[in-house]
């Protein structure tokens, strides 16, 4: 930009010693002075221009030389703290009736790169003028004066393109590390590489996988997309060009896209897409190629459209006859979810910034997420921020392990846990696992700001917080579910949410939430009916009420409406001749809300509209697009959108018979319903567990079943904020929690009140009472009350289930509704009907209901998702990662070569169709020197490990990944001259009986642990060959039973101190020896190996054993878990710690049982290990169940 050109150019390096949000403050103060001595730019006058009443927010008036009415637009910044450098802007008019070329260039800005607001409003300025000059604005020119450092600042790695003559700064051997260490979490790493050196790294996770640590429930709640079909989650990460790893700067400049791909990666084509809303790629000569094709196909094809609107013209009577193609299945496309915008956003502004804090402070990620959010409010230094909020970060990291802890709430794997400041991170793992973690905890942090809620009420949807800011950018900017396809898919529900919503409007009780901060200009509402507030209502009480309290959810006081309100008189209004809503009066906003609904065509309507078929090329039909839509308000549109964004909850119509509740009238209609935070589930099923130890009648029915019915007007609160209860000024009869009727008469009757206003009259459900069907925790006994109604203070023991509403659409001259089809659309199987508990029957009047089990339906989802799942195989561009070989240095020669020799045998053997090689390998201790290799220096990071190379046959995804050696059985131990005469004896009957029955090896493996494993397995037999007595070694590895696999030991623990009681025990029984059985996870050494008893049996510690046997046959101590485990530990050292723990007689001493012949099972074994893992609050490695299945 000329600096002559407008005086934008002298303010915008005014401030330039300032950053975030002081340099924002301060730019805006300097921009309005200049205002008040008169901003004029290209023939435009910047009137006024004043901070908004959200951060971040700015409100400037534009008056034209003409004389004409001057133009006002608002300003949003995405993130003042990323001002000027990294920031967004958002813009829109509250002015109506705006030309659409004008508000083309407002709608411009959000297009706009980060640079200070003044340059920001003299480009707008220029392009407005541009606009009224010529009626188009061309897009933005690159512009040769501008800071050239910016310019380099904002340029994408991916936007250049790098010869292959450049010098290539990736490294391999390090890119495969990485890897390889993804793999070991069980996510799927892939490589897309575009034109030149640019490349993109992606990291996916399928879906079906997600649903095991993600309750489906909200998976499915948030995006029906989510479990439609089988998919990955995917996180795709740009910016890297030929640079890997990327150094601290760099990964600031990192770009993530999140998606959904039907492969484990998406294609070249699809990718290059994504990340084009980042960065611009250039196009090779083939990519040109098939654009120039496309472009010629997509002209002829308008040339055949506009032919066939001359014959439609002439015919007005003829009917389309080609239908829109359905949209094709492209398996490696990549698809944008409901929450896509929203973490795509998270990840950009705040991934690498958060990583940067918790290396430098040593905190967790909610401790980091806490500072991040304070330094952004404060405009502070980090380290004064710091010292301020230290004790809140420690609760805040503390609360999360407690979450951990609890197991409610299953986290990723931390990769930063433990890392040191100076150690290298693995970026893309990272990315993945803090996206996992943000997604699985989405429910409690704001989906446009991105901050912490301030809440108690968990939601089962994410939403927004009470920022205005973010509400106008979750509602007008689309950050939100998408409301047409809620309309085409639950057309029903997206009628039952704005009827309810309009009822509650019409009785004087819409409260929060309420659609404020969206930019709303609305008619002059209507004057209200005289309509009085709800000033009691009846409580589950037999024949009396209590009044003085309006009931929300279960017996919830909604606060008494104040008295009607007239029409204000200084309401500023528009020249438009609109008001605007977040001005009007709570009694004003209820008429308003109405009124709007009021105008909105049937939800039918919209929906045929939408499905409307259209031809190819044409684009598809939109709401504002309807022949009704001439009479709607764009209010109007906005506020439908709310009524279905705002849902916290679940709501789906029950279509099917064989899903239908069974002896309910067909007047009432089924939905499946479902609210609360998405650990509601689990946190029930835990409830229910602890009922079963504490009443046998639970053993056999779990829970219980009830009806809770309030007034239709409260329903707009119930479905947003799920069933509590609140303080109460004059009591309740049988005391203070959620009342719910065993006959759901009662609740059907006057608790289900309906509206005592004419309901929304557009509507076609026309709902005037709705009942909820609770599951409950079958503990009568500890209820508030259980007679003659359950009373149920504890809000963890209920689970909302269903809901059923009573259609009048009858009497309104509608068709009589029928619940469900009598007849299936398509075969559907049995649903099978929950075995309800006899004592607490559950009935209408005197017919007995069956319920369909509540999770069946999506329990079968499931089990189709994961049916048809099938792990795909690497492509080449991976196989290249995977098979990479760098030559190893001087020092590494000797180990390079000798697991090279290994992997040709192995290679050699899966050439002839055979597990193993015909030559066997010998592990002897000329193989290497103990010089060649030092296990204490091993680091993920600086080990031979990454340079192993990785047959083609061996991939980190077949279905049989380990190593697989044939060893040469030895003659046996090497019995030296002086061994003692009675040293102990190796026994080799004794362990095959033991093993016998062993489950197969594990079979995953990677090259570093590889190297590891052989290591440790060449020192353990050195240590054991040399030894001359047996019985001061106290351990042994019997080489005849070492299987195929590298990765699975035998190792038999003697002679113990003949004064223990564990020694007298073993004797009586004529024992060898304990028998161990030794598996190695793929990450060894990150990771420890698994140890656990074969036989002989324990005594439990519940029975009085001891020795730290857990009840499985697994170790209690901290050194074997995730907690207390280094990569510098040794088997040898390890085994003598597990055979002084045995030994230990504090707390018990170690003793057998008396089934001690009953060999340990390897899942009990998992299961005692975590038992005690939680008791102890250590952490269970990544993938143990895996690796023991």
Known sequence: MSSGSSPAAALAGRNANLKGRRRFVADLNDLKAACEQGFVAHGLVLQSVRAGDDEGTLEAMIKIPSGEHPLNVNILLSDTADYPKMHNCFSYSPDSHVAANILSVIEG???????????????????????????????????????????????????????????NLMNMARLQHDFLEIVAREYRPGLIRFNGDNLCISVSLSVIKLAESVPPRALNAWDRLLLSKTQYLVLLISGFSSLYPPS????????FHVGLSGLYKPSKEHAREACRNFSLITNDAEDELRLAREKAAAEAAMMIDCEMDEIEDANPDMKLQEEAEEEEDVPDRFDKFSLSGSLDSLMNHRFAKLVNMRRKYGLGWAGAELLFSEMERDQKPEEEVLTRTLGLIRLEDGAEREMIRRNTTILPDDPLYRMGEKDEINWPLTAFCYLIRRLTLCTRYCIVCHNKLKTDYVALKPY????????????????GPSLEYEIIHNPETVDLLVSITHAAAAENVLDEPLPIGMGL?????????????????????????????????????????????????????????????????????????????????????????LERKVKPGRSKPKLTTMPEAADVVPAAWKLLRWCVGSCTAYLEEISFQEESIVNVDSTWKQYRFSVGAPDAEAKFKAAVEESKTKSQNAKEYPSLYAFHGSPLRNWHSIIRNGLWFKSITHGRAYGHGVYLAKDGLISMGSYAAGSRVTGWRNSKVCPSNCVAIVELVNLPSEFVSSNPHFVVDKTHWLVVRYLLVKSNAAKKGEEKPESVPTKPKQSRPPTPYVKLDPAHPMTLGTSHIQIPEPTYQLESILRTRRAEAVEDEPDNEDKVVFEYVQEPDNEDKAVFEYVKSSDQRVNG????????????????????????????????????????????????????TH?????????GPKFDKNRPADDWIHDPEYVRAAISKLMPPPEMSTPGATMAVQKELKALLKEQRSCNNFKELGWYMPEDFMGDNLFQWIVE?????VMLPIAKDLKAKKLNSVIFEIRFPPDYPLSPPFFRIITPRFLPFIQGGGGHVTGGGSICMDLLTASGWLPSYNIASVLLQIKLAISNPDPRPARLAPNWNTPYGVLEALQGYKRAAATHNWIVPIGLEKLVR
Request: charged share 25%; aromatic share 8%; hydrophobic share 30%.
């Open 521 to 609: 200009r609305v008619p002059p509402p209507d004057t209200p009916k005289d309509v009085p507030p709800p000033t009691h209502a009846a409580l589950y009480v037999t024949g009396r009420t209590t009044a003085g309290v309006t009931m929300l959810s279960s017996g919830a006081v909604a606060p008494v409406a104040p008295p009607l309100q007239p029409q204000p008189q200084n309401q500023p209004v528009g020249f438009d001749g609109l008001y605007d809503f977040d001005e009007l009066g709570l009694q004003q906003m209820r008429a308003s809300v109405m009124q709007l609904l009021d105008s909105l065509p049937p939800i039918s309507d919209m929906k045929k509209h």
């Open 1053 to 1057: 623990l003697h002679s113990f101190d």
């Open 109 to 167: 800005i959000v297009s706009f790169p980060s640079r200070p607001i003044a340059e920001t409003m003299d480009k707008f300025l220029a392009n407005l003028t541009q606009a009224m000059n010529t009626g188009s604005v061309e897009s933005e020119p690159e512009d040769d004066e501008d800071d050239e450092e910016e310019d380099y600042i904002f340029l994408s790695d991916d936007d250049v393109y790098t010869s292959s003559a450049s010098r």
């Open 464 to 479: 927004v917080c009470n920022s205005k800011l973010c509400s106008y950018q979750y509602y007008s900017l689309n950050h």
């Open 248 to 255: 601290a700067s760099d990964a600031m400049k990192l770009k």
């Open 963 to 971: 190593t697989t050696f044939a060893r040469q059985q030895p003659p």
């Open 909 to 960: 053997a899966a050439a002839k169709g055979k597990g193993r090689a015909e030559e066997p390998m010998v592990i002897d201790d000329d193989d290497f020197s103990e010089e060649e290799i030092h296990f204490e220096d091993y680091t993920p990071y600086k080990s031979v490990s990454h340079q192993i190379q990785i047959s083609s046959t061996i991939t980190p995804f077949a279905t049989s």
